[in-house]
């Protein structure tokens, strides 16, 4: 057995009944500064966090750090405990996803080539230049906070070096001792100095990841993990001291232990880009880009959320082998195009070094490595804006007026009218959006709630002496507006323009109301409207309308910003939450009844591409998604075959090739045929290790929602 074979034995054993002691850990911390300021108070939690877990190591594991030592099985901790514990942190509070918590990728890259000591010396002589400022009392808090934050880090990672040192005493095979006494040496080595090679780089990333998660952040990005970790690779193979083979064999350690994720709270969405071009446009893709997509297939399992970018001049080959990975059912990477992306992002004020050096977060997220704080968004659902036109405002579900009484359906005598009144709804429902993200993203005091370990890993917030989200980042936050339906929407406004307006089959207060009786006595004008045209099928009278909604929410959005300056994005890509959203939305003018799902993301919807994978390339290259500086996702479904036979492969291949010259954004691919996918769900005791691609992430078939595994089942399926 290989030693991935063996780790992942060790990491699929189901946990004994443990609890999880984070908050309690923390009190302690709490508990002993309760007069200090918070800040600092909080450091000293993290410090207890960090130091007072046990630290776990799988056996024959290389790069250490794990999760599972936050997790309890002693009678000693009782839930009366826990309970008092958390009744103090939460007093404290924290950030969350909605005030810029996580969804982050760090500067990694720095800290390889500073380490912990030159982390330190940083925030000692930012300590020094700043004592005389004029609020020097915050910024010198802040740097204690954070230099408390890191010194505790340093003391996890030592006290990993303790214990693999303690371990390898404990065993006779002398290839694990070896091992141990390995992993216990680069411990006590990065405690003090920065890593010099490639298996000391990628434990230091590992370990300070690991103390993310411990902090409870989610969706922590390893961001551009091929690009600061090739110098390492490239060194240590051109000394002698390192094979492919056995980078292939710490990466495949590394990443495996993401699955641990699922016994203790559900799969973490780790995403990680390789590829793409360098900060001097000169090209990115290098051998560890090969060795991560590699890794990612041998673990087979739904994480890291892997996406691949894809510049002018890529070769074939790395595409064919995105391919490969994806044709295993995994689902990923997903592939992304520079082309489109680092416009999309250089157009808001940022270096075009640092729109070039992008990464992901979450799932298809765009983000500054390292620059701006942790991202957040939200759901935009736009095609309830269209019922409430058809409404004069009000909801058809409820009656409520949820929107601007902005006429009659028999007012709008031309399309024309009709569309500038589904504008001014999506411009109140825009200026609503944005009054409830403001109140949420903007209720905590910064100096308050200061992240001092997470500061560490963002330029300039040392430098500045001001926590990540107080002004010390480079660049101000952004947030994604998450745009709903865009084919919905298409498709209605063109059965709108075509059935009532140009054929006059039907009045617009006829089809209000057809609407609002879920077409119950409707059926020939439902089928009417199903047999107009349809988004991706490359008919511009309908495709008209897509432009049309990406040039609206950018406009709509491009003149709100963040707390603190910075941009709204919006973004094409629903996760699943096209479900949820269509749960809010009475029938559509497209045939969709009521409470069904939305369209998917950027896709057509579902079933409705009816022309073939050619076709969808056309249509949706019409908009321009430079105006998408979040990101988009086209949700796309292949046989097997097709990746199974090289040259069916060669031909999707060419097909991505020309999606992306037209300016595609972004792509994504299942390969699992249909009657597998139904016998899944008939069978699930078969298909226990079945991954699939949902939106932005990939999942277990089995564990989704029924409603999740419905619409991935009525994706079109191309062969």
């Known amino acids: 057995m290989s030693r991935l074979s063996f780790l992942k034995a060790e990491v699929n054993k189901e946990p004994e009944k443990a609890k999880d002691i984070r908050k309690y850990l923390l009190f302690q911390g709490f508990a002993e500064h309760l007069d200090d300021p918070v800040s600092i108070a909080r450091a000293y939690a993290i410090q207890s966090l960090f130091t007072k877990h046990e630290k776990h190591i799988y056996k024959n594991d290389l790069i250490v750090g794990s999760i599972r030592g936050i997790f309890y099985t002693g009678d000693e901790i009782t839930d009366n405990d826990l309970d008092y514990a ?14 810029n918590a996580d969804h982050y990728a760090p500067n990694y890259e720095t800290f390889l080539s500073d380490g912990i000591s030159g982390t330190l010396d940083k925030i000692e002589k930012s300590a020094e230049k700043h004592k005389n400022d004029i609020d020097a009392q915050k910024k010198l808090d802040f740097l204690k906070a954070a230099k408390i934050s890191m010194q505790a880090f340093r003391e996890m990672v030592i006290q990993y070096g303790e214990k693999a040192r303690l371990m390898a005493l404990e065993i006779s095979d002398r290839t694990e001792r070896y091992n141990l ?17 490639y298996r000391e780089a990628l434990q230091l990333i590992w370990l300070a990841h690991v103390a993310f998660v411990l902090e409870g952040r989610y969706a922590m990005a390893l961001g551009r993990l091929d690009q600061y970790l090739y110098p390492y690779y490239a060194n240590d193979v051109n000394k002698g001291i390192l094979t492919r083979d056995k980078a292939l064999e710490l990466m495949e350690c590394t990443l495996y232990k993401i699955y641990e994720h699922r ?41 890291p959320n892997l996406s691949a970018r894809l510049y002018k001049g890529i070769p074939d080959e790395f595409i064919d082998e995105c391919l490969k990975v994806i044709g295993t059912g995994l689902g990923y990477p997903a592939m992304m195009n520079d082309e489109v992306n680092i416009p999309a992002l ?14 992901m977060v979450g799932c298809i997220e765009n983000f500054i490595t390292g620059k701006q704080p942790p991202w957040s968004d939200g759901r935009y659902n736009t095609p309830k804006y269209l019922e409430l036109a058809l409404n004069n405002g009000k909801c058809m579900l409820t009656g409520v007026q949820m929107g601007p009484k902005t006429g009659e359906p028999s007012e709008f005598d031309t399309m024309e009218k009709f569309i500038q009144a589904f504008k001014k709804q999506m411009i109140y429902g825009a200026a609503d959006y944005m009054a409830r993200f403001r109140n949420e993203n903007d209720r905590y005091n910064k100096t308050a709630y200061t992240q001092p370990f997470l500061s560490c890993f963002c330029d300039d917030c040392i430098e500045r002496g001001l926590d990540i989200n107080d002004g010390g980042a480079v660049y101000p936050s952004v947030h994604g507006a998450g745009c709903m339906g865009i084919a919905t929407v298409a498709d209605s406004l063109a059965a709108i323009e075509d059935v009532v307006y140009n054929k006059k089959m039907t009045t617009l207060t006829t089809l209000r109301d057809a609407l609002m009786a879920n077409f119950e006595g409707y059926d020939d004008l439902r089928n009417e409207l199903i047999r107009a045209p349809k988004y991706g099928n490359n008919i511009d009278f309908v495709d008209k309308y897509a432009v049309w909604y990406v040039d609206v929410h950018e406009e709509i959005f491009s003149k709100y910003r963040t707390r603190d300056g910075g941009p709204i994005y919006i973004a094409i890509a629903s996760n699943v939450n096209n479900i949820s959203a269509g749960r809010e939305v009475a029938a559509t003018p497209d045939g969709r009844k009521s409470r069904e799902p939305l369209s998917d993301a950027a896709s057509p919807a579902q079933g409705a591409d009816k022309r073939g994978p050619t076709a969808v390339v056309h249509s949706i290259t019409k908009p321009d998604y430079r105006k998408v500086s979040c990101g988009t996702v086209l949700n796309q479904k292949y046989s097997p075959e097709m990746f199974k036979n090289p040259e069916k492969r060669a031909k999707l291949l060419g097909l991505i090739k020309v999606y992306f010259s037209k300016g595609g954004q972004e792509i994504q691919i299942n390969s699992v045929s249909r009657e597998i996918l139904k016998d899944a769900m008939e069978n699930p005791q078969n298909y226990k290790n079945l991954v699939v691609r949902v939106s932005g992430f990939s999942a277990f078939y089995i564990t989704l929602d029924r409603a999740v595994q419905n619409d991935i089942l009525e994706r079109t399926e191309h062969g």
């Open 263 to 303: 016994y203790f709270g559900g799969d973490d969405v780790v995403n990680i880009a390789i590829a793409g071009v360098k900060r001097d446009g000169s090209p990115g893709l290098n051998e560890v880009s090969y060795i991560i997509l590699e890794a990612v297939r041998s673990c087979n399992i739904p994480g």
């Open 346 to 359: 250089h157009r808001h004020g940022y270096s075009l070094e640092d729109s070039r050096n992008y990464c």
């Open 181 to 197: 006494l390995e992993i216990s040496r680069i411990c006590f080595k990065l405690a003090d100095e920065k890593p010099e090679t």
């Open 86 to 99: 958390a009744r103090l942190v939460n007093s404290y509070g924290a950030n969350t996803f909605k005030t």
